[in-house]
C-alpha cells in the first residue's frame, strides 16, 4: 500500500477508519503514559521510603554501637570515680619525686591498664587531680598542662554528668570525663580517650559511594566527617541549623545537586547525624527502570496501534464497500458488484436500504425510458398525421354544401356533427372543459353513429342540477363510455337501444352515470374490460384509459365503477370531484 493511500486512509479528516485510529490510539497513548508514570513514580517513592528507612536504619545501629561504647566507658569512669586507691592517692601529700609517690603511680597505673585490658577502642585512660597529680595509661603522653587546657575547663564545668569532649589534632579522639569528688569537694577529673578509628569504622555508612554522613555535637562541631566531601563545613552547618535537629528525611537541592538528608538526632549524646545521598545515584536502578518502562511502553503502543489499524480496517470494511457501492451507482452504473454486505449490523441494514433503493430507482429509470420512447412515438405519429384543423373543417364544409344542394339532410347532419366533434377534438387543446361541452361532444358522436343502425339510438341526459353543467370534468371523459355502451352494449340486440346520462352530486362529489339496456357483462368480461385497453375511433381511449386518468389525477375513491347484469342492463359510474 502506498504512503499516501494509507495517510488517507487514516486521516481523522476524510475517513471514519481515520477517526476510530486516532481515537483508538490517543486513549490507548494516554493510558499507557499514565500508567507507566505512576508505575515510575511509585517505583521511585518506593525506592526513596527504602532508602530513607536503611539509611535511618544504619545511623540507628552506628549510633546504638557508639553508645554501648560510651556506657561502658561510663560504668568504668563510675569504676574509677569510686575507687579508693585513686582517691586516697589524689589525697595524699606526697610529691614528686619520692618513693610513696613512685608507689602511688605505680597501684594507679596497674589498675588503669586492667580498666582498659582487651578494649582498643580505648587509647588512653587519665586520672588528673587539682593538685597537678596526673596519671595515665596510653598515649598521648599527658602532664599537669591539662589543667589549664579548654578541654578541661568544659570537661569540667560538665563533668557532673556524662562530658563529651572532641579533642582534633593528630589522633582526632573523642575525650569523656567525669568529676572525681571527695566528700563532696572537686579534687581532680577521670578522662578516657576514644580511638578516632573506632568513631570512623562505626560511621562508616555509604548507601551509595558518593553518599556523605556528619556526625556534629552540640557545640556544632564535627565528632566525623568524610575524608572527603563534596560539600563545605558551612554548608553543613547551616543545613544542620535549618534542620533543628529533628529526625526524619527531607529533599534539598544544594550547590544545584538534589540530594535526600537523612537526619538522626542522639538521645544519649545529643548529636545529630546527618546523612546525603545523592538522589541520581539513588535512583540510578529506578532510571534503568524508567527506561525498561519506556521501551516497553514503545513496544505495546506499536502493537496496539497495529492492532487498531486492523480492528478499525475490519471495522469499517463494509462501510468502504458500501462507499464503492455508491461511486459505482452515481457513475450511472445500475448494477450493484456481486460482493454483499451480510452483516446485521447498522451498515448491513443501510445496505438493504440503498439496494432496494437502487433497484426502485433501476425500475423509475427503465418507467421514464419506457414513456420517452411511448412520447417520442406518440410525438412522430402527431408529426405523420398531422393536418391543420381549418383544412378539415372546410373540406366537411364543402360536403355539407354539396350535400345541401343536392338535397341529402342525413349528409347534412352527419357533416354537422362531425364539424363540431372535430373541432372539439382537433381545435381546443385544454384537458378540462365543462360538462356542457363534454354533452355537446356526446351528442355530436351519436348523431353520427345512430346512422350506422336500423334501429335507433335514444340518447337521454338527465340533470340534477343545472349548476352541474358548468363543473369542470376531463375532455373526452364520457365519449368513451357511451361509445362503449353502444358498440359493445347495444349492437346486435333485437330491441330498440337507449343511453341514459344521469348527473348528480353525491357525498360533494360529481357522479355520472351512463347505463344502457343492452346485452350486459359478466364479471370476467367487466375484469378483462379494465385490462385490456379498448380503442376507439376518435379518441383512442377506452374505459380503462379514462379510470386511469381520473385515478392519475385525483387518486382514490375517483374513477370508473361499472355494475352489469347479462342480458338485462349495463350501468357505467364516474366519480369526480366538484371542480367550478
Do not use: W
Given at each position: 500500500m502506498k504512503f499516501s493511500s494509507?495517510?488517507?486512509?487514516?486521516?481523522?479528516?476524510?475517513?471514519?477508519?481515520?477517526?476510530?485510529?486516532?481515537?483508538?490510539?490517543?486513549?490507548t497513548l494516554l493510558g499507557i503514559v499514565a500508567v507507566t508514570s505512576i508505575v515510575y513514580l511509585y517505583m521511585r517513592e518506593t525506592v526513596k521510603n527504602n532508602a530513607i528507612t536503611s539509611v535511618t536504619e544504619s545511623i540507628r545501629q552506628a549510633d546504638e554501637s557508639l553508645n554501648l561504647r560510651l556506657e561502658e566507658v561510663s560504668r568504668l569512669n563510675t569504676v574509677v570515680a569510686t575507687n579508693k586507691t585513686v582517691l586516697d592517692t589524689l589525697l595524699s601529700k606526697t610529691e614528686e619525686p619520692s618513693f610513696e609517690w613512685f608507689q602511688e603511680q605505680k597501684r594507679i597505673e596497674e589498675f588503669l591498664s586492667a580498666l582498659i585490658a582487651y578494649k582498643p577502642y580505648i587509647s588512653r585512660v587519665a586520672v588528673i587531680g587539682l593538685n597537678e597529680k596526673v596519671f595515665f595509661v596510653g598515649s598521648p603522653w599527658l602532664d599537669k598542662n591539662i589543667l589549664f587546657t579548654p578541654m578541661m575547663d568544659d570537661l569540667l564545668q560538665n563533668g557532673s554528668g556524662h562530658a563529651y569532649f572532641h579533642q582534633p589534632g593528630f589522633n582526632n579522639s573523642?575525650?569523656?570525663?567525669?568529676?572525681?569528688?571527695?566528700?563532696?569537694?572537686?579534687?581532680?577529673?577521670?578522662?578516657?580517650?576514644l580511638n578516632d578509628e573506632i568513631v570512623r569504622k562505626i560511621y562508616d555508612v555509604k548507601p551509595t559511594s558518593d553518599s556523605?554522613?556528619?556526625?556534629?555535637?552540640?557545640?556544632?562541631?564535627?565528632?566525623?566527617?568524610?575524608?572527603?566531601?563534596?560539600?563545605?563545613?558551612?554548608?553543613?552547618?547551616?543545613?544542620?541549623?535549618?534542620l533543628n535537629g529533628s529526625d526524619g528525611a527531607v529533599e534539598r537541592i544544594i550547590n544545584q545537586t538534589s540530594y535526600l538528608v537523612v537526619m538522626r538526632k542522639s538521645e544519649y549524646t545529643g548529636w545529630s547525624t546527618l546523612a546525603l545521598v545523592p538522589m541520581k545515584s539513588l535512583l540510578t536502578e529506578t532510571a534503568r527502570i524508567r527506561h525498561m518502562l519506556a521501551t516497553v511502553a514503545i513496544i505495546v503502543f506499536i502493537i496496539?496501534?497495529?492492532g487498531t489499524l486492523q480492528v478499525s480496517s475490519r471495522m469499517t470494511r463494509n462501510i468502504r464497500r458500501l462507499r464503492s457501492m455508491m461511486m459505482h451507482v452515481m457513475e450511472g452504473n445500475m448494477s450493484l458488484p456481486t460482493v454483499e454486505i451480510h452483516s446485521k449490523d447498522e451498515i448491513g441494514q443501510l445496505y438493504q436500504v440503498f439496494k432496494s433503493m437502487v433497484e426502485q430507482l433501476k425500475r423509475l429509470l427503465e418507467g421514464i425510458m419506457t414513456t420517452e420512447k411511448e412520447k417520442r412515438e406518440a410525438e412522430l405519429a402527431v408529426l405523420q398525421a398531422q393536418i391543420r384543423p381549418h383544412f378539415?373543417?372546410?373540406?366537411?364544409?364543402?360536403?355539407?354544401?354539396?350535400?345541401?344542394l343536392n338535397g341529402v339532410p342525413n349528409i347534412v347532419e352527419v357533416s354537422e356533427s362531425l364539424i363540431e366533434l372535430m373541432r372539439g377534438v382537433l381545435g381546443n387543446t385544454n384537458e378540462f372543459l365543462t360538462l356542457q361541452e363534454e354533452l355537446q361532444y356526446v351528442r355530436s358522436y351519436v348523431t353520427i353513429e345512430k346512422y350506422k343502425y336500423v334501429e335507433p339510438v335514444h340518447l337521454m341526459i338527465e340533470v340534477e342540477n343545472d349548476e352541474l353543467l358548468q363543473l369542470s370534468v376531463l375532455k373526452l371523459m364520457l365519449q368513451?363510455?357511451?361509445?362503449?355502451?353502444?358498440?359493445?352494449?347495444?349492437?346486435?340486440?333485437?330491441?330498440?337501444?337507449?343511453?341514459l346520462i344521469r348527473i348528480y352530486e353525491e357525498n360533494k362529489e360529481l357522479r355520472i352515470d351512463v347505463r344502457d339496456n343492452g346485452k350486459g357483462m359478466s364479471k370476467d368480461q367487466?375484469?378483462?374490460?379494465?385490462?385490456?385497453?379498448?380503442?376507439?375511433?376518435?379518441s383512442g381511449m377506452g374505459v380503462r384509459n379514462?379510470?386511469?386518468?381520473?385515478?392519475?389525477?385525483?387518486g382514490e375513491p375517483y374513477g370508473v365503477f361499472l355494475d352489469s347484469e347479462p342480458d338485462a342492463f349495463t350501468t357505467v359510474q364516474i366519480r369526480f370531484p366538484m371542480i367550478t
Open positions: 494509507l495517510k488517507k486512509l487514516i486521516s481523522p479528516t476524510v475517513s471514519i477508519q481515520g477517526k476510530i485510529f486516532v481515537a483508538f490510539s490517543l486513549v573523642i575525650v569523656t570525663g567525669r568529676e572525681l569528688r571527695y566528700n563532696r569537694n572537686l579534687i581532680g577529673m577521670v578522662m578516657f580517650d556523605m554522613l556528619y556526625v556534629v555535637d552540640r557545640k556544632n562541631e564535627f565528632i566525623y566527617q568524610p575524608s572527603t566531601s563534596a560539600l563545605d563545613q558551612e554548608t553543613i552547618m547551616k543545613l544542620n541549623e535549618e496496539i496501534v497495529i378539415l373543417y372546410n373540406t366537411l364544409n364543402t360536403v355539407k354544401y354539396l350535400a345541401k368513451p363510455l357511451v361509445e362503449n355502451a353502444i358498440i359493445h352494449g347495444l349492437s346486435g340486440t333485437e330491441c330498440e337501444g337507449e343511453v367487466i375484469k378483462a374490460l379494465f385490462e385490456a385497453n379498448t380503442n376507439t375511433r376518435f379514462v379510470h386511469e386518468r381520473i385515478v392519475r389525477l385525483f
